[in-house]
């Protein structure tokens, strides 16, 4: 008896991306413009990506930042706005008139080279996993039983919360909590952890600090143990340090990572291996069947927005004319959209310490910079490790224009630039970029302390 699949109409491609990360479209983009075969599986409804959410956080944190007076239906206005320039990369016609063929449907694998999706079986020599993914929520006795927002669906309410419960710590929890209580409204915040574990500690004290001074009240280490809802809202309990305690809430949000939108994949189907961390990949980025990569969330829950798209400028090359990949070499980049901003490049300080036990880290204050007194904030500092043979391990920005001045601090870093060239680097005057070269120009003047170049300084000036 015929498969299901059999029957439906065949496309016959060489290269099949599922999914609407847009890594995969500028992939498929590229595949195509090379004269390969292309067909793009879009979920209904397009699905949501992390590169969706970032920008709904970055138009909040905008809406928000500094004098600005925005309302919260400015903010979804903005949003409106930003989503809808940047579903136009993604749109079908744009991609049908490269000469992608667009099939619109969920995918479900049939075999290990074939899938149906849309009412029609698509054979492939390969396939490219560039899946959205869902908000992981937390393990709370009650919260079936009671509305709870998420970093996705928070942009759906009409109105601002009277006093919003924000269960978590991630960079999603401190974004949405600030903005929220930037924009008037009531914020608590319980976060399981300190907030924001696995970035720097430094950093995430002084966003700590910030948060508070906005208004917002923080419980670290605390666990939200139940969640009811009463004639006074919906009430938390939750404890912290032995004691417990309870609040009510007008409207609750929970933030607890991400976990990748495998569902109906029947990943089984294709010889697929994966757990609840995502899809296992190998350093080339392929599944467990070679003929089947993964790209961004689809693999890595923690994945940054931009991952994803830096993974795809790797596959293009490999797939076209047969270049190794080496994934571990992409740098990993970390942000946070609060004000001020949060990036975070390669390693961070424990881990550059364990690597290199003579490495030094070098700070320098934001306000160092002259263009941050210019219409800017001097609030943050940045930090730069470096190794003892001046190789730029990592670096944390903390700043109102914190993406900026990163950029060439990451273009070094992926480079293998030392911090001789940082330090070098031509950058226009006033700018705020110019803080990195700022902060690398300090591993110098260190240096310059250093009793044997004292000595040789002295002995050229004997020298006439």
């Excluded at 310059?448 to 004997?462: A, M």
Aim: proline share 7%.
């Amino acid at each position: 008896m015929s498969s299901p699949s059999s029957l439906l109409p065949l496309e016959t491609v060489d290269t099949c991306i599922v999914g609407a990360d847009p890594g995969g479209l500028s992939l498929a983009m590229g595949l195509a413009a090379a004269g390969t075969s292309v067909a793009v599986v879009l979920p209904p409804g397009g699905g949501l990506t992390l590169q969706d959410l970032a920008l709904r956080l970055a138009v909040l944190r905008t809406a928000t930042a500094g004098d600005a007076s925005g309302t919260w239906s400015d903010v979804k206005r903005r949003i409106t706005a930003a989503v809808g320039s940047q579903a136009v990369n993604g749109a079908p016609r744009r991609l049908a008139s490269a000469g992608i063929r667009v099939i619109e449907g969920t995918a479900t694998f049939t075999g290990p080279r074939s899938l149906a999706a849309g009412g029609r079986a698509v054979e492939a020599r390969r396939f490219v996993l560039a899946l959205g993914s869902a908000p992981r929520l937390p393990a709370v006795p009650g919260l079936d039983a009671v509305p709870v927002l998420t970093p996705d669906t928070v942009w759906d309410l009409d109105a601002l919360p009277v006093h919003l419960a924000v269960v978590g710590g991630d960079a999603a929890a401190l974004t949405l909590a600030q903005g929220v209580r930037r924009l008037g409204a009531r914020v608590t915040l319980f976060a399981p952890e300190n907030l924001l574990p696995g970035h720097d500690p430094d950093m995430a004290a002084a966003l700590r600090d910030r948060l508070l001074t906005d208004g917002v009240t923080l419980f670290e280490q605390a666990r939200v143990t139940g969640l009811e809802r009463r004639d006074e809202g919906i009430v938390l309990t939750a404890s912290r340090g032995g004691e417990d305690g309870a609040l009510a809430a007008s409207h609750v949000l929970a933030s607890a990572g991400r976990l990748p939108a495998l569902d109906g994949l029947d990943l089984e189907a294709a010889g697929v291996t994966h757990g609840p961390a995502g899809i296992a990949v190998d350093g080339a980025l392929a599944t467990a069947n070679r003929r089947i990569l993964a790209i961004g969330e689809a693999s890595d829950p923690a994945a940054d927005a931009g991952l994803s798209e830096r993974q795809a400028a790797l596959l293009a090359p490999h797939i076209l004319l047969r270049r190794a990949v080496r994934a571990g070499d992409l740098l990993p980049i970390r942000s946070v959209a609060t004000s001020p901003a949060l990036v975070e490049i390669g390693s961070g300080e424990a881990e550059a310490r364990r690597r290199d036990p003579r490495c030094r880290v070098l700070r320098l204050p934001i306000g160092e910079s002259p263009a941050a007194h210019v219409g800017g904030s001097p609030e943050g500092h940045v930090k730069l490790i470096v190794s003892a043979k001046g190789r730029l391990l990592g670096a944390a920005i903390l700043a109102a224009e914190a993406p900026a001045i990163a950029a060439p601090i990451a273009l070094a870093m992926g480079k293998g630039l030392g911090v001789h060239d940082l330090a070098a680097i031509q950058l226009p005057y006033p700018g705020v970029s110019d803080i990195g070269k700022r902060t690398a120009l300090a591993y110098f003047s260190n240096r310059l302390s250093n009793p044997w170049i004292r000595r040789t300084i002295r002995l050229l000036r004997w020298l006439g």
